[in-house]
């Protein structure tokens, strides 16, 4: 149990160009959503924390308008990253989990690069 | 003070020896601590967890020692296999919150 899916698994881009991505909680109800990106040979930064049917929270320093969080069902969260460009090149993860736990599962992330 | 420092960076052990990585908090809100095994190109799959009410906890080849008064904790591989060789993370989530913060990671190698 407790599965997480991400898609597209990997994403190549052109500058400008705006790029979705899907995160799914495939066998329980996630309430809350967490995005996280992560550059070579580093440790995962949270970008956003969101919960279903509200607006996302974002970490210091990351921007809203580029960064677009969608947590629309208890098993879906999207994030959309607009007008791309070569540094938001990154391994992008989503994780989830259900309420009242603190066990939070990780998808399997998404690799953008952006040309 | 919301850190936590994980150590050592990166870590060599031969097959069938004991892989040992450590973590320290400053924040004695933080109430529980997960490890978690990344391979490359995916991502983190939980491994083993533990509240600061307890001082040790084993699932097969992994346990977490967890020294609440140090406020350190670690996670030790026993019978280390070259299959476990992977990027560890510790992590912490303050009491009542929802949010990780992670080690800096420690890249294992196990030599065959």
């Known amino acids: 149990g407790a599965v997480v899916s991400q898609h597209p698994s990997w994403v190549i881009c052109k500058s400008g160009t705006s790029v979705k991505i899907e995160c799914r909680s495939l066998?329980?109800?996630?309430?809350?959503m967490f995005w996280y990106r992560q550059f070579p040979k580093q440790s995962l930064m949270l970008m956003a924390t969101s919960n279903e049917g509200s607006k996302a929270t974002y970490e210091q320093g990351v921007e809203k308008d580029k960064f677009l969080i969608n947590h629309a069902s208890l098993t879906l969260s999207t994030l959309t990253v607009t007008s791309a460009h070569p540094e938001d090149s990154s391994f992008y993860i989503c994780?989830?989990?259900?309420?009242?736990?603190?066990?939070?599962?990780f998808g399997p992330g998404t690799r953008l690069t952006v040309l | 003070q919301q850190q936590v420092k994980q150590s050592p960076q990166s870590l060599i052990v031969q097959k069938g020896g004991i892989s040992i990585i450590n973590c320290a908090y400053e924040?004695?809100?933080?109430?529980?601590f997960p490890w978690y095994q990344q391979f490359p190109g995916k991502g983190p799959a939980l491994l083993i967890a533990i509240r600061p009410d307890v001082s040790e906890k084993k699932e097969g080849r992994f346990t977490i020692s967890f020294n609440k008064s140090a406020k350190q904790f670690s996670l030790h591989i026993m019978d280390s296999q070259p299959g476990d060789s992977a990027t560890y993370f510790c992590?912490?989530?303050?009491?009542?919150?929802?949010?990780?913060?992670f080690g800096q990671g420690t890249r294992l190698t196990i030599n065959p």
């Open positions: 066998d329980f109800q996630a309430t809350t």
């Open positions: 992590a912490a989530i303050l009491r009542g919150a929802q949010k990780l913060v």
């Open positions: 924040n004695t809100a933080f109430d529980y």
């Open positions: 994780s989830a989990n259900s309420g009242g736990t603190d066990t939070q599962y």
